[in-house]
């Protein structure tokens, strides 16, 4: 008998029909035996629902009475699923964020988890109850409601895995794992048994939205197995766990991530003096602006040319901000191209196996794709290319390096 | 500068435009140099739509998880009246059950009320903040929900005004206060500057459904000035106090009450014997039937006539439980009118003047008005006559009380 904490999102408790198959899921566990947490988000649309009246009333709403109001969507599920729950024979009890007690600092709609009281829960679960807990919320030291952003949920869940040492936090989703690329652009793309935090982190900072990256970080420091899984259907799904140094056949690489979602920008002819980085980011970071990659090339006559990436979204306002501070540094050109994208190569395995990045290079190659800006991390290998040539890239990586193929048939990397 | 206590149901919050104009009124107190707490209901509708959800999932919901859900429908109201309170410049904080602290029993659904914790009140108030309370609700001393019950949001703001020794509480509805009689059958009903609790605990059991009967106990109980008002017009409504002693020209009667709702069983030749009256109204209170006038007259021969009355849709089971126990005692016959209706004269000045009752007959007997049943309370007298004459009946009386001048006039009593 093990204790596995349950994570289910708004879509899987969209409606008292989902909520009553979410009941059943949960019954079928509790029935083999485990002791269950289930974690729950509001219905979906709730939320939305209810932060749309506040704007009806306030352009800015007070952010704790804006806590106050949407906790209560939270609440509404747990309330709906423990009845359900005990519709079906199974003991259950709603718990919100003030009653587990889950304290969290007093950043209104934003908060961070600080510590999560588990006495409650303890005897709530020695008592043979499926405990239902508000996901998104807290209260902070003075009983204050808060909440903590927008996918909260999967932060409550692994934090409640963690302060019970929970043998598994399963975040069900509409997705039945994390996938060596997106299946819909490859055909060979394969759903991984296992990946680890790291990599996790990598894959979903690109797009891979499946979970929260505050949520996976959370897990990772605190050393909680995260499995992601499809709510509705049945499945193994994705595992996410320190790296498993007992297993030898763990791949090189665990799969190719990408973005469309960005733009490059370049500001030639830079004087090349100390500072001049900040110079030009400064003013982008003022503004708001995320950048992602940033490089620049060593320059000729003193001179040298800065190129960034930012979110395609941002990229006019980017662009204005660029031509201001080119103006006030005598910068010679700014150029920008909205149409580029970001491709990765992802796996703890490539900190032990040379070679990855040569084959990456020589793979892009062979299709005939040029590569305009190259980043590296300890776990990854980034390349900027044209846009149309996205497709293109992720296939040919996958297929270079064998993703399609089970781990325990011989790698190609 | 007083501090106040008011409370809006769910038809003054029903919606954000209503929810604005309360804001007015509140800020409008606040504007005078009064403190205010103000106890709000869920916005009308929203507690049946939750209990709607609840049924579809247990034909008969656990009443703890029902709590939960429901109390939501408050919280919702206290953040959005807290907001629109902000947007017009006024502090305000709301305030759930659980956060004020409002202690109740376990009994989920209709929880009694055992200690208010005002220390967290008192801070808010003196740190320039109108309070917002959530209605209806608190929390057991193990931190679970529990709700008061429908109509228990006019009980938590008696509650609150007797916890914070408030110089008024103030209850807001759809009426401009208390009458003398139902302004619909009477024009010359005339609005109450001033009634007593007694009084009004008469006239509300009677149909004047201004107010929760259990809320005016509370305020009797606790000395807790209560004030009846309308949301949405101006106007001093009805105070409700305890019995003005310096009040000289407190007029004998406060008003006539009436109730059509109610029909009448005769058991004929009934065996005169100690405990009969048991063998009869057993049953009845044992198929859950509520009795309201009993009268057994003297008989002749040993036997006597029993005749009590009952809501009229309990009539039809009233009848056939009776038409068991008449065979039983081997009465002659049962007899059943469902064309009575009950007036009464409700006033503490009777206690005090003699001739209340005998001017009451000799009104009604003026008009042709035959009397079917009698009965008394210290502070009322109520007769059952045929249906067919109670409006000329409330007229008469009223008219005969004096009603429709105002109490400085000399009184007719």
């Not at 807290?138 to 019970?164: C, F, P, Q, Y």
């Amino acid at each position: 008998m093990s204790l596995i904490v349950q994570k289910f999102g708004g879509t899987s408790v969209g409606s008292l029909e989902r909520i009553g198959q979410v009941a059943d899921k949960v019954a079928r566990f509790r029935a083999e035996g485990h002791d269950v947490v289930v974690v729950v988000s509001a219905m979906s649309g709730e939320t939305n629902r209810l932060i749309g009246l506040a704007h009806e009333l306030q352009e800015r709403p007070v952010p704790r009475e804006l806590d106050v109001l949407i906790s209560t969507g939270e609440q509404v599920t747990t309330a709906l699923l423990s009845m359900a729950l005990n519709e079906r024979g199974v003991k259950a009890k709603s718990y919100n964020g003030s009653q587990v007690r889950i304290l969290t600092d007093d950043s209104h709609t934003k908060a961070r988890i600080r510590e999560i009281d588990n006495e409650k829960l303890h005897a709530g679960l020695e008592a043979g109850y499926v405990l239902v807990v508000a996901g998104f919320q807290g209260v902070d030291e003075h009983g204050n409601i808060t909440t903590l952003g927008r996918g909260g949920s999967d932060t409550t869940a692994v934090a409640l895995a963690a302060a019970l040492k929970a043998d598994e936090c399963q975040i069900y989703t509409d997705v039945d794992g994390v996938y060596t690329t997106d299946p819909r652009m490859v055909d060979g793309a394969r759903r991984l048994d296992r990946i680890t935090f790291e990599e996790m982190l990598e894959m979903a900072s690109m797009g891979s939205k499946v979970l929260q990256i505050r949520a996976v970080e959370f897990a990772g420091k605190y050393q909680v197995p995260l499995r992601v899984l499809h709510s509705f259907q049945e499945g193994p799904g994705t595992l996410i766990t320190l790296e498993d140094v007992n297993q030898m056949e763990t791949p090189t690489i665990a799969g190719i991530a990408f973005n469309r979602d960005e733009a490059k920008l370049t500001v030639l002819g830079v004087p090349d003096m100390p500072g001049i980085a900040h110079k030009i980011l400064g003013p982008i970071g003022e503004a708001n602006i995320e950048v992602d990659v940033i490089l620049q090339n060593t320059g000729e006559d003193n001179h040298t040319d800065f190129t960034f990436t930012v979110s395609r979204t941002d990229l006019p306002r980017a662009e204005e901000v660029l031509r201001r501070v080119a103006a006030q540094i005598e910068a010679r050109e700014v150029r920008s191209d909205p149409r580029i994208a970001k491709v990765s190569v992802v796996g703890v395995g490539m900190r032990s196996h040379a070679g990855v990045a040569s084959q990456m290079f020589a793979a892009l190659a062979e299709v005939g794709i040029n590569i305009q800006m190259i980043t590296t991390s300890e776990i990854k290998i980034s390349v900027i290319i044209e846009e149309k040539f996205l497709e293109l890239a992720v296939r040919a990586l996958h297929s270079s390096f064998g993703l399609e193929k089970e781990p325990n048939d011989e790698s190609v990397a």
